[in-house]
């Protein structure tokens, strides 16, 4: 679930790649190249919800979601980031409520959340529906809030070299990139903005965010059915077989 993460092509020169390796959706195939290795795209289990729940439209005045990642690089990115931008996102009138990944105490990072904050509860497409916007780094989350409708802002390191799962599509439209507190702000209001003045006041349907994620969401992640499952365990298991014959 890496998600635009692919094997350097100058492995296969010296077999340490796996003899297929299966992509989320179509937007996460590289670009072919000579003696790269084979790409197919197969579903996960995980991206089931936004093929069978609704494309939602947000509520613009609704608080901001910040999704962490299991990377704790990730989610101290994503949270000193947040605490920094704090004085522009209140005098914005943005609010933010934190999710941390289940797999996350919460109590290791308090030491960069404000001194109250709100956590959010229940499932993932419940907080979604509750949110304006989404922020986060690292968390397969993201791609899956911007096939639902949600525009989200991804954040990364200074040196480019965090974890965007997001595709090349929509940026600009339905995601956005920052890497600097006071880039934050800005994002969040185009993003919004973009999305309330395109859901309202569009002429053309087409223009519509939701209407571009719900006609676009196959290509972000793959539904899942009986038999790619099958097949998307085959691969998973053969890929870990093989790295661990490797190590």
């Known amino acids: 679930e890496l998600l635009n993460n692919h094997p350097d092509p100058s492995d296969a020169r010296h077999n340490a790649t796996p003899d297929v390796t299966a992509v989320n959706g179509p937007y996460f195939m590289p670009e072919p190249l000579p003696d790269a290795p084979e790409y197919r795209v197969g579903p996960a289990l995980r991206y089931r919800d936004?093929?069978?729940?609704?494309?939602?439209?947000?509520?613009?005045?609704?608080?901001?979601?910040?999704?962490?990642?299991?990377?704790?690089?990730?989610?101290a990115r994503v949270l000193r980031l947040l605490a920094a931008a704090r004085p522009e996102l209140e005098k914005a009138g943005l609010s933010v409520v934190?999710?941390?990944?289940?797999?996350v105490r919460p109590r290791a990072f308090e030491h960069l959340l404000p001194r109250t904050y709100t956590?959010?509860?229940?499932?993932?497409s419940e907080a979604l529906e509750?949110?304006?916007?989404?922020?986060?780094?690292?968390?397969?989350?993201?791609?899956?809030?911007?096939?639902?409708g949600i525009?989200?802002?991804?954040?990364?390191?200074?040196?480019?070299?965090?974890?965007?799962?997001?595709?090349?599509?929509?940026?600009g439209t339905?995601?956005?990139?920052?890497?600097?507190?006071?880039?934050?702000?800005?994002?969040v209001s185009f993003c919004i903005i973009?999305?309330?003045?395109?859901?309202?006041?569009?002429?053309?349907?087409a223009q519509d965010v939701p209407h571009i994620s719900a006609q676009n969401r196959f290509f972000f992640t793959k539904r899942p059915q009986y038999l790619h499952n099958s097949f998307a365990f085959g691969v998973s298991s053969l890929s870990c077989c093989f790295w661990a014959i490797m190590l």
């Open 194 to 205: 973009f999305q309330f003045s395109h859901n309202i006041f569009s002429p053309h349907p």
């Open 50 to 75: 936004p093929h069978t729940l609704p494309t939602l439209r947000p509520d613009p005045s609704a608080p901001i979601l910040a999704l962490l990642s299991y990377h704790p690089d990730e989610t």
């Open 174 to 187: 339905l995601w956005e990139r920052v890497s600097a507190p006071e880039e934050l702000v800005p994002a």
């Open 119 to 124: 956590l959010s509860g229940g499932s993932l």
């Open 130 to 148: 509750k949110a304006s916007l989404v922020v986060g780094a690292g968390s397969g989350a993201l791609p899956e809030a911007v096939s639902r």
């Open 151 to 171: 525009p989200a802002v991804a954040v990364d390191s200074a040196d480019h070299t965090g974890l965007n799962y997001l595709p090349p599509f929509g940026k």
């Open 98 to 103: 934190y999710r941390f990944h289940p797999a």
